[in-house]
């Protein structure tokens, strides 16, 4: 073992741009610069697969560095979706900030086994990245210098690569990206999950569903909500009458009904009206119950 040493400077400048990119989508008043996207792009293309490299390969015999960037690139670009496959199977789905909140996360976790296997190898078989003999090794190319069969392909796809991310960013700044506005509108039974709702009563009786709502609307919202049994309007409380909603922000939030006439396979609507139409639903959900006469 080597002993302990300051940290890699290549590491530690994965580690910065990571730590950035997240200030500037956390912190609201960054969030919607160009600097987030600039810097959100190296977070999927190239940062995480540069952690994972650097990992795997901690000597300096292991990859050149031509290598090392071709193969960062692709290792992200193969990472990156399999986090978002992951995601999907849990409760935050894919969607921007859990998306970059686990790269963040893998990213740092692989650059920190990174640094504990290169701190673990003799000096002169550490791999260091040598940012002046690198600036030489590309002016040499540019100039013309004979170099063999793989640097010449690597070169060409390190290049490709770069135009590629770049070409990307581009489109991604200048080209207004029009986004999916929806709203989430959800009734869940008693147990908070979408089964076991109570569509039998007595008269009298009370039930209890889950009224859930997320804005997905990229502004805030003020809703309008009524619930109706067989076109007759039943009362509410006043924080689900009118609901202000911030955007990709959920509400969950009981109700207790209490239906007041009886019959069987009756209709019980939850209605849900937006802040420009007030007489049409923009979302409404509906039960058939049967209230039977008081024992």
Same mark, same amino acid.
């Given at each position: 073992?080597?002993?302990?040493?300051?940290?890699?400077?290549?590491?530690?400048?994965?580690?910065?741009?990571?730590?950035?990119?997240?200030?500037?989508?956390?912190?609201?008043?960054?969030?919607?610069?160009?600097?987030?996207?600039?810097?959100?792009?190296?977070?999927?293309?190239?940062?995480?697969?540069?952690?994972?490299?650097?990992?795997?390969?901690?000597?300096?015999?292991?990859?050149?560095?031509?290598?090392?960037?071709?193969?960062?690139?692709?290792?992200?670009?193969?990472?990156?979706?399999?986090?978002?496959?992951?995601?999907?199977?849990?409760?935050?789905?894919?969607?921007?900030? !859990?998306?970059?909140?686990?790269?963040?996360?893998?990213?740092?976790?692989?650059?920190?086994?990174?640094?504990?296997?290169?701190?673990?190898?003799?000096?002169?078989?550490?791999?260091?990245?040598?940012?002046?003999?690198?600036?030489?090794?590309?002016?040499?190319?540019?100039?013309?210098?004979?170099?063999?069969?793989?640097?010449?392909?690597?070169?060409?796809?390190?290049?490709?690569?770069?135009?590629?991310?770049?070409?990307?960013?581009?489109?991604?700044?200048?080209?207004?990206?029009?986004?999916?506005?929806?709203?989430?509108?959800?009734?869940?039974?008693?147990?908070?999950?979408?089964?076991?709702?109570?569509?039998?009563?007595?008269?009298?009786?009370?039930?209890?569903?889950?009224?859930?709502?997320?804005?997905?609307?990229?502004?805030?919202?003020?809703?309008?909500?009524?619930?109706?049994?067989?076109?007759?309007?039943?009362?509410?409380?006043?924080?689900?009458?009118?609901?202000?909603?911030?955007?990709?922000?959920?509400?969950?939030?009981?109700?207790?009904?209490? !239906?007041?006439?009886?019959?069987?396979?009756?209709?019980?609507?939850?209605?849900?009206?937006?802040?420009?139409?007030?007489?049409?639903?923009?979302?409404?959900?509906?039960?058939?119950?049967?209230?039977?006469?008081?024992?």
């Amino acid at each position: 073992m080597a002993g302990n040493q300051k940290f890699p400077s290549d590491l530690l400048l994965v580690a910065g741009l990571v730590i950035l990119m997240d200030i500037f989508v956390l912190i609201p008043v960054l969030s919607g610069s160009i600097i987030r996207t600039a810097l959100g792009l190296p977070l999927i293309l190239f940062l995480p697969g540069y952690a994972l490299i650097a990992m795997l390969f901690p000597e300096k015999s292991g990859l050149e560095g031509m290598e090392r960037i071709a193969l960062s690139v692709a290792m992200s670009v193969s990472v990156v979706p399999l986090i978002g496959l992951a995601l999907n199977y849990t409760p935050w789905e894919i969607k921007e900030m !859990p998306l970059i909140t686990s790269v963040s996360i893998f990213t740092l976790i692989v650059l920190t086994i990174a640094y504990v296997r290169r701190n673990y190898l003799p000096a002169d078989r550490k791999f260091d990245v040598p940012f002046r003999a690198l600036t030489l090794t590309l002016l040499l190319g540019i100039t013309g210098k004979t170099e063999s069969k793989t640097e010449k392909n690597l070169r060409i796809i390190l290049i490709l690569s770069f135009l590629i991310l770049i070409g990307t960013g581009v489109y991604v700044i200048l080209v207004p990206q029009d986004k999916e506005t929806y709203t989430e509108f959800y009734v869940l039974g008693a147990n908070g999950t979408a089964n076991n709702y109570k569509t039998d009563y007595i008269q009298g009786e009370s039930g209890t569903y889950f009224i859930g709502i997320t804005n997905n609307e990229y502004r805030t919202m003020d809703y309008t909500m009524e619930v109706r049994l067989e076109n007759q309007s039943l009362p509410l409380p006043e924080n689900l009458q009118h609901i202000k909603l911030a955007n990709n922000k959920t509400l969950v939030e009981p109700l207790k009904i209490k !239906p007041s006439v009886e019959g069987e396979n009756m209709k019980l609507e939850f209605l849900l009206f937006n802040e420009t139409e007030k007489n049409i639903p923009y979302k409404d959900l509906h039960l058939w119950i049967n209230v039977g006469e008081e024992v």
